[in-house]
Every structure is written in C-alpha cells, then in structure tokens.
C-alpha cells in the first residue's frame, strides 16, 4: 500500500513577530538534523512526535506545548504509527528575546492547559484574514506565559488601570474603520502590549478586538438598513472584504447582511 501523502499548508499572515505559520499531517516522514533562525512554537493535535534538541530526547504527548529555540539543531520523527499532525508558528526574536535560548533548551517542552488553548486560539485568529488584532492580542498573552515559562516565575497578579482602558477605549472609538495594530496602541499609549490587553478586558469585560469588531458591526448595521450592499458595507466599516464582515456580523447579529438588508422596513 502506498503511503499517505503529507498535508501541508503553510501562510505568512500581516501580524508583527510572526515569520510563518505551518500546519502538516506528516505519516512517514522524518527531519533530519537542522536549525531554524527563530523560534519555533509547536502543537501537536494528533499523534506525536519525538525529536532530539542538543542531544537529549524530547516528546510532544497530546496537551504540550513546545518551543524550540532558534539556533540550536533538532530532528523530529513520527513515535506513533499513523503519525502526527502539528501546527507551529515561527516567531522572530522580537517576541521572544535569544537571553531565552538556553532556558528552552533546558525545557522546551511545557504542560500547561492555559497556554495550550490560547495557542489554539492564536491559530484559528491567525487563519482569519482581517482579525489581525485578535491575533496580535492573542500571540501578546501567549508570549507573556511562554517567558514567565522559561523565566521560572508565576504569573504575576494584574491590577485594574480603568484609566489606560478608558484611554484605549477612546482610541479605538476613533479609528473604528482604519483599526490599529496592538504594538502601535501600545506605543501611543505608552504601555506594554499585555498590560493593554489586560487592562481593557478587566474594565469592560470584553477584550480590545471584540469591542472592535462590534463597533464595526454596529456601523455596519444602520449602513445596510440605509439600503446599502453588504459589499460596499463592509469596505466602508473597516473589513478586509465582504465575507469578513458576513462572519462577524452572523455571529453578532444572527443573520447574514444580507438577510438582515432585506428585513428593512
């Protein structure tokens, strides 16, 4: 019987820090010996796999979470008979620092169900063209407990800033078309992007894209009951295209614009 041909699927998306995406279903096929430049952060949904990093043998079970450090030689090989099937995103060092390397080393691979979900989380954000910002605040809290990881500290307590969440409120209310990028919010802000996160989320109990996307949608409502096309709607109410505003909207609304356009009085 000939073996199964390998899935991949492999995308560069606009989010800062993130070289590649790359999901595969590999059954046979094994890496050799080789290196990356950045920071390989690795799932595996089923099967698994065994590698080796500086000469020491590792293992992805189901529910860990691996990071492998750029620079440092590794394998990977199938320890199940019908394979594995990963996710990885490549990070640059700007999200995760090279003072981080030999911790990773020491420790690459990590159980822990909070950060396994949010990676979960960052990819599905990541294969969704237009939610770049949800992206951007997932991957910032996952970078957040990857150091706290391999710094060896627990999760330090965060406190209420109603005042910065307020003054992200603002800006948000002011670009809700054009949006704006997490590490810009940041900058004008003149705080850490997970503090940002953190603080808008415990304020209003709804994180910084949500709120985003629900304004859009809002917009976006009283536009198509002006009798405008969903396709005109969703370039005029900051969406990347017609079928991103049909996917927020449905969730939001129930009924695609479409429908709800048509239901006008």
């Known amino acids: 019987m000939a073996a199964a041909q390998p899935e ?5 998306p606009s989010v800062p820090g993130v070289v590649e995406v790359f999901h595969a279903h590999f059954t046979e096929y094994a890496y050799p010996m080789h290196v990356h430049d950045v920071w390989t952060l690795l799932v595996v949904d089923d099967g698994a796999v065994r590698y080796d ?16 450090p750029p620079h440092v030689p590794h394998n990977g090989s199938p320890a199940t008979p019908h394979g594995f099937r990963k996710r990885v995103v490549y990070l640059d060092t700007s999200r995760l620092g090279t003072d981080l390397i030999g911790p990773a080393v020491d420790g690459p691979d ?16 990541l294969a ?10 997932r991957l910032t809290l996952v970078g957040e407990r990857l150091r706290d990881h391999l710094r060896g500290r627990d999760a330090p307590a965060h406190r209420p800033d109603p005042v910065l969440a307020g003054r992200l409120r603002e800006l948000l209310d002011a670009r809700v078309e054009d949006g704006v990028a997490l590490q810009e919010a940041a900058r004008l802000l003149h705080a850490h992007p997970a503090h940002l996160v953190r603080a808008f989320s415990g304020a209003y109990g709804i994180a910084p894209h949500q709120y985003l996307v629900s304004r859009r949608v809002g917009r976006a409502r009283r536009l198509l009951l002006d009798g405008r096309a969903p396709g005109e709607v969703a370039v005029a109410t900051g969406f990347c295209d017609q079928a991103h505003l049909t996917r ?9 614009p479409g429908r ?3 239901s006008a009085r």
């Open 128 to 137: 969704r063209p237009g939610d770049e910002l949800e992206a951007e605040s």
């Open 8 to 12: 991949v699927s492999a995308w560069r």
């Open 248 to 256: 927020h909207f449905k969730k939001l609304v129930g009924v695609t």
């Open 53 to 68: 990093l500086e000469r020491h043998e590792h293992g992805t079970p189901l529910g860990t979470v691996s990071l492998l």
């Open 260 to 262: 709800y356009r048509l």
């Open 110 to 125: 990590l159980v822990d169900p909070l950060l396994r979900r949010r990676v979960g989380q960052l990819h599905s954000a």
